[in-house]
């Protein structure tokens, strides 16, 4: 029987098997600079499996091999419960995988929407030429620039109040003379910034 364990060094956490947690500890702790400063371990018939469906599960914090930028409470209280769980831990990676699956293909969706919506961004650049306002040119050049109606859409907002910053200039947008559009990336980055409200 192996153990599973994770390791917290910093702001990182190492996550790993290993047959004799001591030894492992000793082993990372001399070619470290910085101090381990807590473990935790389980012993588990599935460790292989369950460092598998760990690194799986932190793939998107993964800083280098093994090492995870997860808070150690965090990394510890999910390998408890794919390490211990009723579950079978087959079960469990499967549907790890699958939602990893179903993230990396909303991910590529959205790399395609962006660039369709790039090419759609220098039409409209292109159309909106003179009447576009000097102050924000500088701001928009390289941006995606959405209608009102697929801005809405797209950032979960009414097309009412998206007017309603357009008019009061507290986003970046084009008028094209006919529409408004909006840079919804920008919009994105102020929302996750908790600057639009």
């Known amino acids: 029987m192996a153990y599973v364990y994770v390791m917290e060094v910093g702001d990182t956490c190492k996550i790993g098997i290993t047959n004799c947690v ?6 990372i702790q001399t070619g470290c600079p910085y101090k381990i400063e807590r473990v935790w371990s389980t012993a588990t018939r599935n460790a292989n499996l369950c460092e598998k469906i760990l690194h799986l599960v932190f793939q998107d914090v993964n800083t280098s091999g093994e090492w995870f930028k ?9 390998a408890q419960y794919v ?3 009723s579950a079978s831990v087959e079960s469990i990676y499967m549907i790890v995988k ?3 699956q179903k993230s990396k293909a909303l991910i590529e969706e959205n790399n395609d929407l962006r660039n369709k919506c790039a090419f ?11 009447t576009q306002r000097e102050e924000n ?4 050049i390289g941006k995606v620039f959405y209608s009102i109606a697929d801005a809405s859409t797209a950032l979960g907002l ?4 998206l007017r309603q910053l357009v008019k009061q200039d507290k986003i970046p947008f084009i008028n094209s003379g006919v529409k408004y559009y909006i840079n919804v990336p920008e919009c994105m980055d102020l929302m ?3 600057e639009l409200k």
């Open 22 to 27: 001591e030894g492992r500890i000793k082993q």
């Open 70 to 78: 997860v808070p150690f409470d965090d990394a510890s209280e999910i």
């Open 83 to 85: 390490c211990n769980s």
């Open 98 to 100: 699958f939602l990893a």
């Open 120 to 130: 759609y961004e220098k039409e409209l650049q292109e159309k909106a030429g003179s």
């Open 137 to 140: 040119s500088t701001k928009k």
């Open 158 to 161: 009414s097309q009412y109040f």
């Open 192 to 194: 996750m910034k908790g």
